[in-house]
């Protein structure tokens, strides 16, 4: 019997000690398993992404005038200052910045970036650039206009000089930066397309051909927090835009960015996800606040309110603008979360005239002042030779003069337009603006703006913003902005046209492009 015992525990113990082994088999099989997915997974993250370009010009990114070009650039050439993708200035080249004066920026130099050659970069590559963009011609002459000198103060300060007040000047700061030693020779700077030029940014051109240009990641790159996920970039270049839409549609390009209103024409509806973002031409009224109706707040609110922007963009451009509200809402974040419109409301407008004295009568507003009755009549200024905006004048006349506001259009030639403009020589006009990355107001809210508008505070806000940094005071006193420019009503903002970007539906990653850059996050998409 006590045999019998021993045998049956010797039977559960090797029992036990071959499940332990089966078990520990099978734990070992998925930790190998585990470890060959994170390997390939690993492995699949380096795969290379292919980017294009239409009617490449040159490498040069100052010589460029092609947009993707400029984008692609800021992978290989770093700016003193970059943007963030809600439009915040951020350190590239340069690590601080600081307002001397108001003719003047001390700006203080990353020590530990290197030119992909290997030699150090310094501030005699500052002063080198900013003398070569003053020299010719480029995309970023608009950047230096104003620069009257660079004064270096050792290889890692320099002090910028102006010629005048210049608010936000660090948003201007924003063109790459080219070694003096590589870009000194002046067949280079004018000529080559095909040479390997050294930059300092996350990726380096390895190879320049008629067909593509390969960049892989830059090793040195100074930003050492930044793990570059993407390892490889192949550039196809193309004679045309059709070639390069076409090259997307069939799978060969993981990315494109555009303004092209038909653009599932060119590439279809599949195979592709695409972001829809408020684009850099902003369309708005200005109301001159020295006329006779339109200097009264009750006029201007109640024009206002009348207007239907979605009606305008639905009827003239088929829905292929977005509705916008104020100068800065194109996402930049001293917009974010601020409504800086009156909105849509017939019978608001109404009660508002109503409230002020007017009476309706006859199909349109009137009042009766020192024995005289006046009716509420604008004239409209548009540019004849834009249809576009001749047909959103249309619009808004016939929106308006049902509401009994009359409207007259004054189609002006380029010249006449320009002089209108010049002189203030409107009640309304229609106006279109490229707006610039920088939050500067000054052209809505300065002296001699399109509106005739003139208020204290304002003044005091726009000469405030533009000497500090401090991103807390910044949004209080935008914010501020926004609430005077929806009471006040200078200026009616209207709409923005739009920027796509489609990208391979495989592509994976923060894809938080804006119109400024389309590349955000590149270093960690993957496929």
């Known amino acids: 019997m006590k045999s019998n015992w021993i045998k049956y525990v010797f039977i559960i113990f090797i029992i036990i000690i071959l499940v332990f082994a089966i078990f520990k088999i099978r734990q070992d099989e998925e930790e190998r398993q585990q470890e060959l ?21 040159t490498i040069n990114p100052i010589l460029s005038s092609n947009k993707n070009v400029q984008d692609i650039s800021k992978l290989i050439y770093d700016p003193l200052v970059t943007l963030t993708a809600d439009y915040k200035a951020e350190p590239a080249l340069a690590t ?72 936000f000047y660090e948003y201007q700061l924003t063109f790459p930066i080219l070694s003096k030693e590589s870009y000194e020779n002046e067949d280079f700077i004018n000529s ?25 990641k830059n090793e040195g790159w100074w930003n050492k927090q930044s793990n570059l996920t993407i390892e490889k970039i192949t550039v196809n270049l193309y004679s045309s835009v059709g070639e390069l839409y076409n090259s997307f549609k069939i799978g060969n390009i993981d990315l494109i960015a555009t303004t092209n209103d038909n653009l599932q024409e060119y590439i279809g509806t599949i195979g592709y996800n695409e972001k829809e973002l408020k684009g850099r031409e902003h369309t708005f009224l200005a109301l001159n606040m020295k006329n006779n109706f339109l200097s009264r707040p009750e006029v201007r609110k109640a024009i206002s309110y009348s207007i239907d922007k979605e009606n305008i963009i639905s009827s003239v451009f088929n829905s292929k603008c977005f509705s916008s509200s104020f100068p800065l809402d194109y996402g930049s974040f001293l917009a974010q979360g601020q409504e800086a419109s009156s909105g849509y409301n017939l019978e608001q407008a109404k009660q508002i005239l109503t409230d002020a004295g007017w009476i309706f009568r006859s ?80 052209t809505f809210f300065g002296e001699g703006n399109m509106a005739n508008y003139n208020n204290e505070e304002v003044t005091n806000i726009l000469n405030e913003v533009k000497n500090t940094t401090d991103e807390n005071v910044l949004k209080e006193k935008y914010t501020r902005l926004s ?44 496929k």
């Open 483 to 526: 609430e005077i420019y929806k009471m006040e009503i200078p200026y009616i903002s209207l709409y923005n046209n739009k920027y796509r970007v489609a990208y391979n539906a495989g592509l994976v990653g923060e894809i938080t492009p804006n119109w400024f850059y389309q590349y955000y996050g590149i270093e960690n998409w993957y």
């Open 192 to 216: 080559e397309k095909n040479k390997e030029p050294t930059g300092t940014g996350k990726y380096k051109i390895v190879e320049v051909e008629p067909s593509y240009i390969l960049l892989e």
């Open 363 to 442: 199909g349109s507003w009137q009042k009766t002042e020192n024995y005289k009755t006046q009716k509420i009549e604008c004239n409209l200024l548009v540019k004849a030779s834009d249809g576009a905006k001749v047909a959103v004048a249309e619009n808004i006349k016939q929106q308006l003069q049902v509401q009994g506001i009359l409207v007259n259009i004054t189609q002006a030639s380029d010249e006449q337009y320009k002089n209108y403009l010049n002189t203030k020589n409107y009640d309304l006009a229609l106006c279109g603006i490229t707006l610039s990355p920088s939050p500067d107001l000054t």
């Open 96 to 167: 601080e910045w600081a307002k001397q004066s108001d003719h003047s920026y001390l700006i203080k130099l990353r020590e530990n970036a290197k030119w992909t050659e290997g030699q150090r970069f310094t501030a005699e590559d500052v002063r080198f650039t900013i003398d070569r963009l003053k020299e010719i011609s480029s995309i970023y002459s608009y950047n230096v206009q104003y620069v009257v000198g660079v004064d270096i103060i050792d290889d890692y300060t320099v002090k910028i000089n102006l010629d005048r007040d210049i608010p």
């Open 37 to 57: 997915e994170h390997v390939t997974s690993q492995q699949e993250k380096k795969k290379e992404l292919t980017l294009g370009i239409a009617g490449f010009d």
